[in-house]
């Protein structure tokens, strides 16, 4: 999966636009992954890219 291109869809094209590098298709699926278990539970604070983007705000 590292060596194939990042998945593209609007849930990755946020995360781009929030400044996450996802350079693969691994991290793609990761981030999709992350979304489900912290963004749409909203536990933000339990995540890394959530305080991160809080931080930014």
Do not use: H, P, R, W
């Not at 060596?3 to 946020?14: F, G, M, R």
Request: proline letters at 0%; one cysteine or more.
């Amino acid at each position: 999966m590292e060596s194939l291109a990042a998945e593209q869809n609007a849930i990755t094209d946020k995360f781009n636009e929030a400044g996450v590098v996802i350079d693969n298709a691994f991290a793609s699926q990761g981030i999709l992954q992350l979304k489900k278990q912290y963004c749409d539970q909203k536990k933000c604070l339990s995540c890394g890219i959530g305080i991160k983007i809080l931080k930014q705000a």
